[in-house]
């Protein structure tokens, strides 16, 4: 089982919907961190949340950390084609921040 | 932040033979990872590269068919060995960069296509 459980697997929805990924765990994380992946390059890092229930946005993007530090969400709001992408979801627990667990993954796919 | 850079970016390889993949990241990072990706998939830690001495490996990796390397604070090998048509996957460098006190984040290399023949 996963430490991190991303929701839904994959998305597929036409450019200018709204969409939210879903990262949830039953585990208390330092903080968690969300990668978008293209085909061919590594993870490349969006945002970074630390404290409970804080609100990150990056242009379209915003970004949540549950109150108890659990769970995170990603919204994207009017999406573009160049969204599309594997989103991972990844943290470090409190008692060992040095070591990574990346959630399942979504992959995104925007149409035109 | 950090910079890492891996090679080679991709590779067709025989059976039976072996790869060894460099990873150079430009500025002292805590610790250094290894990952395996299958494409459109979330990322499996094989291990962490640990400066200096032997890497600690994930449950299901072994060091006779991952060798890591890791001599300094900046560099680091992993070893594909006695490859099978099973290891073709995408393997990935990461850094871990200390950006404050118990916040720290991951950079990756571009990752390397592995196909194995």
């Known amino acids: 089982t996963q430490l991190l459980e991303q929701s839904p697997q994959f998305l597929s929805i036409q450019e200018g919907e709204n969409l939210t990924v879903y990262c949830n765990s039953s585990s208390v994380f330092s903080s968690l961190q969300w990668y978008r992946q293209e085909p061919g390059e590594g993870p490349v890092l969006l945002v970074t949340?630390?404290?409970?229930?804080e609100v990150k946005k990056l242009k379209r993007l915003t970004f949540q950390f549950g109150d108890a530090r659990k769970d995170s969400s990603l919204h994207i709001t009017a999406a573009q084609t160049g969204d599309t992408g594997l989103y991972l979801c990844a943290g470090a627990l409190v008692y060992n921040f040095n070591k990574f667990y990346f959630g399942s993954g979504t992959k995104l796919n925007v149409k035109p | 932040s950090a910079v890492i850079s891996q090679k080679p970016s991709r590779d067709i390889c025989q059976r039976g033979t072996s790869l060894t993949i460099q990873c150079q990241v430009d500025s002292q990072v805590t610790m250094m990872f290894w990952y395996r990706q299958q494409p459109g998939q979330s990322l499996t830690l094989i291990a962490t590269a640990n400066q200096g001495s032997e890497a600690t490996y994930e449950s299901g990796f072994v060091i006779d068919k991952f060798p890591i390397s890791r001599p300094n604070l900046t560099f680091s090998t992993l070893t594909v060995s006695n490859m099978s048509p099973e290891d073709s996957s995408i393997y990935l460098c990461?850094?871990?960069?200390?950006?404050?006190?118990?916040?720290?984040?991951?950079?990756f290399g571009q990752g390397t296509r592995l196909t194995v023949v």
């Open positions: 949340v630390v404290t409970g229930g």
């Open positions: 990461s850094g871990l960069w200390e950006h404050k006190v118990m916040n720290t984040e991951a950079f």
